[in-house]
């Protein structure tokens, strides 16, 4: 299998604020968010990131994504490197996260138009994809009704069509299904599985232990900035559930920094 996205050893050290030291109970003012993080995901992959709430998937993502540098190491998406080449990086992915969120004051016409002419689509292809996208979401019949009036699923559905809108070979979606009711939950995991089938490299960063056992060909798991373990679910968990199996390595890995 061809590997489209590979990061080596990354590095970031975040300085804590003074009120930031005094809610983490820490007299250190740095944070070590993510350290000597390595992993692969291959074309027709999805591999799923795990961990809790401030583990460092976040702060991977985004120095994957180029909108943070890494203090050290090395990234390559689709041969492209993150400290090099980040603008043929953001052309080759797409990334997705509950943080970045859509201008409520426009629409998803509007919003779509202006992401495709940015990447430079021409109007023939992204009317086609447009259309495909927004008969897999069901956009069409509120294409110019204003964001900002949308329930959450559908801010969802319409933030994963306009990230799609240049056809990307590596998509990155962070906690995709967070928020959301059980019906637009399948509709975005569904989603995923089809785009594995056409061959993209995805990576999904959840703290859902169903949402990787049914979806991802491999699992790492990030517990306090480090890579605990990964592999195939059958290599991280034997006989385990994923959930039994986190849990176990969560323990052993905060016993040994205890030590």
Not at 195 to 204: D, E, N, R
Not at 215 to 244: F, H, P, W, Y
Request: some cysteine; glycine content about 8%; hydrophobic content about 40%.
């Amino acid at each position: 299998m061809e590997c489209l996205l590979r990061a080596e050893n990354l590095r970031k050290t975040f300085r804590l604020s003074r009120k930031q030291m005094k809610i983490d109970r820490t007299k250190n003012p740095l944070k070590v968010a993510a350290n000597n993080i390595s992993f692969e995901c291959f074309a027709g992959e999805i591999y799923g990131l795990l961990g809790p709430n401030g583990a460092g998937k976040t702060t991977v993502l985004r120095i994957l994504s180029t909108l943070i540098k890494a203090d050290e190491g090395e990234a390559t998406v689709c041969g492209h490197s993150v400290r090099t080449a980040p603008g043929e990086v953001r052309k080759s992915l797409a990334f997705l996260t509950s943080e970045l969120k859509l201008d409520e004051f426009f629409t998803p016409n509007y919003l779509y138009d202006f992401y495709s002419n940015l990447h430079g689509v021409p109007a023939d292809v992204a009317a086609e994809r447009k259309k495909k996208l927004f008969d897999k979401f069901d956009i069409h019949k509120f294409a110019e009704t204003k964001i900002g009036q949308f329930s959450t699923g559908m801010k969802q559905k319409t933030s994963l069509a306009i990230s799609l809108v240049h056809d990307p070979r590596v998509i990155i979606y962070d906690e995709p299904t967070n928020g959301l009711d059980v019906l637009t939950a399948k509709i975005v995991t569904d989603f995923l599985s089809e785009l594995k089938s056409q061959g993209k490299c995805i990576i999904v960063s959840t703290h859902i232990f169903s949402l990787i056992e049914k979806n991802c060909d491999r699992v790492g798991i990030i517990i306090g900035g480090e890579m605990a373990k990964q592999g195939t679910l059958a290599q991280v968990c034997g006989k385990s559930t994923l959930e039994d199996a986190f849990f176990d390595i969560y323990k052993q890995t905060v016993g040994e920094e205890a030590q």
